[in-house]
């Protein structure tokens, strides 16, 4: 009896499953035909077989659909780059963690067709670049370490958000040029190399003794006044 169960819990599931990837692949051809605004629930639903109200039992919306597959397949890029050897430069850590990243996405058919959707279309691109701002924000800790920097540092805060706009800008200069997996890696290496001279030159403790200079200044001026 509990294999008979369990049987028929497999089944269920595997039903389920490839209901959602049907629902997946419907409005990605969809969303590549007819762009991602004049498509509707209902549209995915009928090119899917299924209800609207069993579309709604998979996904929220159309939003919460055209990140299903990415969202699960992405990795926090801040906590890859602690996990990184210590002795790795800030732009390595950066270049093997999010190589990674990108290896497991586009691995993936439906993500790569998710990622072209998003970055061509503007509302999903604006979404997707809010996305990419929380990840800055937790990031700047693990980028604060590998500089020897404090995490209030300015000079923390500026060199995360050089790396995560490098970033952002590469991705989508690739999906602008036809979204080719091959390129990806080069744009993203090539765009980390501009980066490289500037902060690697710079001193981990630079800001430091200037900012405590400015305070003490700042307090000399007040007390003489």
Known sequence: MKKAIDCANGLRERKKARTHEALIDAALDLFERKGFEATTVEDIAAAADVSPRTFFRYFESKFDLIM??????????????????????????????????LRLQLADPLVLRE?????????????????????EAEMVGAV?????????DLAAHIATSLVTSALWTSVNRWAADGADPERLHPMLDEALALLADGL????????????????????RTDAST
């Open 200 to 219: 690697a030159a710079r001193p981990a403790t630079a800001t430091r003794p200037a900012r405590q200079t400015a305070r003490q200044t700042a307090r």
């Open 68 to 101: 299903a597959r990415s969202a699960t397949k992405h990795a926090s890029i801040g906590a890859g780059i602690a996990s990184r050897p210590a002795e790795e430069s800030l732009l390595d850590a950066v270049r093997a963690v999010v190589g990674d990243d």
């Open 115 to 135: 990622l072209q959707v998003m970055l061509t279309t503007p509302s999903l691109r604006n979404l997707a670049r809010e996305h990419f701002y929380e990840e």
């Open 144 to 152: 604060a370490d590998r500089l020897g920097l404090d995490a209030d």
